[in-house]
């Protein structure tokens, strides 16, 4: 008798079951720390306080269960480590998300000072030429913030002008543009250092970029990269709490696998025998 | 000359972007900085194009009462409610035709705009993708079978990766002594992705990159015309 | 009146991810219309942002400010609406130009960075001494990174029939493009995984508090 093929509802079924068991039963399972998270967090970590940074959110809510737990952790850094932040965004709605995360940090962090701490230029469209254009001057591209304030007006971008002022690039990326554009225009040509983090769908095509010309200095690449950073700086969060899950999840999808290939052999035995 | 001036228009863009990259006095530089100006405002009113369009599609399929023609007036009420919202009361940064709605942000919490954003939109943006957990899951034990070489250096290399992305991976070979460190998953994962597998993607990007240069340079000079369009 | 609206919108959310979620047992009409309702907040989303984020910072503030220094952005406002043009068959012509300018521009940037950071920044990265590396795993992975990108760049080159000592360098190519393609799907895997985990912490965390 043939191997009949498993209803596809039950494995959505099991998937479901086994990402939303070890959500509410934690299971606590190790986080180890890889070499392209600890070279992003070095960079942030030995940078010296005041320094002007420049945050990129080139992404939107359908990203954020993977891009925002990371983002979150490295803005932390940036500001325990006495960064001024400069956010800006190459997608529209990562305009909400420099909101979401500052409103959420703000509450801890209550000291920080908009326009003196941190500064969000806001979302300008046009991805990689809206970066060359920022590249000559920022104030071409953004002549006012986010919330329409001239930026000569703000305290945090006296003597800023381009990435020449900007002690490193961090870009939050789910696609074009975003991360790739960053390396392109921002190392590449301006010689600037440039991390981030990327969904676990762009990370291959990204890693390249890692390498002894350090296009990229570390990436943080999908849901678990942002957990080891979140384990780095002793803040585990939302992305900690989602590693058992995904654990879990892997482990189910792999069985499949393999019941899959133990089906498909089996069936090819049996038309053979006959 | 419906078809040459632009191409010759496309001719004159490109080398002037192509030699400010070289030359970046004046007047290359100037004219880039111009041009870059240019394309953010072309490019603003390319997005209006986009949604004028959809909402042309979908008021003809209610006009000719396609398949489906009922959940077609949803999208463009949906639309409809979103723009007014957007333009009456505006967004979190920015203030709408009415004002600010400061009266009904004291009654809903924020301005209606961005409450439809924050409790609809972003929980249907999110969830449509996260429909893709389980077709993965589904395609995976369909199609991921182990038939050729080719298919089972890739089914191996996905496991490895799978077990390797995750704390199971780190607790399943945590045991291991540290001789043979380089047996331990999460470490066997980073080796595929640092080695082979940067490997595999720097040549689709050297390969891909030098398609794009090529296509680049058809465009300016006038080879490539299909993004004109017909007659 | 704000905690009612505050607890509204989070059983919206759950309303519409499990609408959305109902199409996973079958197609059905509910999940129907929160398709159509997302498609069409998208496009006013799209809308609302590109008339306040790009059209008045960029066209009618530095017009409706200083005209006489600004009046040279009359010539892409003009461009943009040769671009709506589009939408009537008979004036269709009219978008070439601006679609030209867009192409053009990006033809002209795309061309010099790729060049630069995909095709000689990624063949600078491959020219490393692979035999000097720290210890034997590290030997072993350089010299694949090398030998896996010259074979991987050889099985591209269609223009050769890929035969003989040729086509067993091309065949070595595919196979580390199979470990590429295999990783990229763990990846993939993995991230699919990540935005179902986040649906999930939103129901059971938000929603249900079961989960801090």
Request: aromatic share 12%; proline share 4%.
């Amino acid at each position: 008798m043939a191997a009949k093929s498993i209803d596809r509802r039950w494995i959505y079924l099991f998937i479901f079951l086994g990402v939303a068991f070890p959500l509410i039963f934690v299971i606590g399972l190790p986080i180890e720390i890889t070499e392209n998270t600890q070279m992003a967090y070095d960079l942030i970590d030995n940078t010296p306080a005041g320094s002007h940074v420049l945050y990129s959110f080139d992404y939107d809510p359908a990203s954020m269960p993977e891009l925002h737990p990371m983002a979150k952790a490295m803005v932390r850094h940036s500001i325990e480590k006495k960064h001024k932040i400069i956010f800006t965004a190459l997608w529209p709605m990562g305009v909400q998300m420099i909101d979401d995360i500052m409103e959420q940090l703000s509450t801890e962090y209550p000291d920080l000072v908009y326009g003196e701490d941190y500064v969000n230029l806001g979302f300008k469209v046009g991805g990689i030429v809206t970066i060359q254009a920022m590249g000559k001057n920022f104030r071409s591209v953004f002549p006012t913030d986010a919330n329409g304030k001239k930026i000569d007006k703000l305290p945090i971008m006296n003597n800023i002008e381009n990435y020449n002022n900007i002690s490193y690039i961090c870009s939050f990326s789910a696609g074009a543009p975003g991360i790739k554009e960053w390396v392109q225009i921002g190392n590449d040509v301006y010689k600037r250092p440039v991390t981030g983090g990327v969904t676990g769908v762009s990370a291959p095509s990204i890693l390249p970029y890692v390498n002894e010309q350090k296009q990229l200095t570390g990436l943080l690449a999908g849901l678990k990269a942002a957990a080891e950073y979140e384990k780095l700086i002793g803040a585990p969060a939302l992305a900690t709490a989602g590693m058992d899950a995904q654990s879990l999840a892997h482990l189910i999808i792999i069985i499949f696998i393999v019941i899959g290939n133990i089906n498909y052999w089996r069936n090819k035995k049996k038309k053979g025998d006959k | 000359m419906k078809r040459t001036l632009p191409l010759i228009l496309a001719m004159i863009t490109g080398f002037i972007v192509l030699i400010s990259d070289f030359i970046p006095h004046w007047p290359f530089g100037m004219i880039t900085s111009e041009i870059e100006k240019w394309f953010l405002i072309i490019s603003g009113f390319a997005l209006i194009l986009g949604q004028i369009n959809l909402i042309k599609v979908n008021v003809n399929k209610i006009r000719f009462k396609a398949e489906g023609w009922q959940y077609f007036i949803i999208t463009i009420a949906s639309f409809a409610i979103m723009v007014l919202f957007g333009a009456l009361w505006g967004t979190q940064s920015n203030v709408g035709l009415l004002g600010n709605g400061t009266k009904i942000v004291e009654v809903i919490g924020s301005k209606p705009f961005d409450y439809l954003f924050d409790n609809v939109y972003q929980h249907l943006q999110a969830t449509m993708f996260s429909l893709l957990a389980f077709f993965i899951a589904s395609a995976a034990y369909r199609a991921f079978i182990a038939r050729t070489p080719e298919s089972n250096l890739l089914l191996i290399a996905a496991i490895l990766v799978m077990l390797g992305n995750t704390s199971l991976g780190s607790f399943l070979t945590g045991w291991l002594p540290e001789n043979l460190d380089f047996l331990h998953l999460p470490n066997v994962s980073q080796f595929i992705m640092k080695y082979p597998t940067t490997a595999g993607q720097r040549a689709i990007m050297i390969g891909a990159g030098l398609g794009l240069i090529g296509s680049s340079l058809r465009i300016i000079l006038g080879i490539e015309r299909s993004y004109l369009g017909g007659n | 009146m704000v905690d009612f609206f505050e607890v509204l919108g989070i059983w919206l959310g759950a309303f519409f991810t499990f609408a959305i979620f109902s199409f996973l047992y079958k197609d059905n009409p509910v999940y129907k219309v929160a398709e159509q309702i997302f498609v069409g907040l998208s496009a006013g989303y799209w809308f609302i942002y590109t008339i306040f984020n790009v059209m008045i910072p960029n066209l009618l503030t530095p017009l409706s400010n200083n005209f006489s220094a600004n009046y040279i952005l009359i010539l892409p406002a003009i461009l943009g609406i040769m671009m709506l043009m589009r939408l009537v068959p008979k004036a269709e012509w009219l978008s070439r130009f601006p679609i030209a300018i867009l192409i053009a521009t990006t033809a002209g940037i795309s061309f010099l960075r790729f060049l630069k950071s995909d095709v000689i920044g990624q063949l600078n990265a491959t020219m490393i001494n692979p035999f000097a590396g720290a210890n034997w795993v590290v030997i072993v992975g350089q010299i694949l990174l090398v030998v896996g990108t010259i074979t991987g760049v050889v099985y591209f080159y269609f223009s050769k029939k890929h035969e003989g000592a040729f086509g067993v360098t091309a065949k070595i190519g595919i196979y580390f493009l199979m470990v590429s393609f295999g990783a990229a799907f763990g990846y993939t895997a993995m991230a699919r995984i990540s935005l179902l985990i986040g649906r999930l912490q939103f129901l059971l965390g938000d929603w249900l508090h079961l989960i801090k």
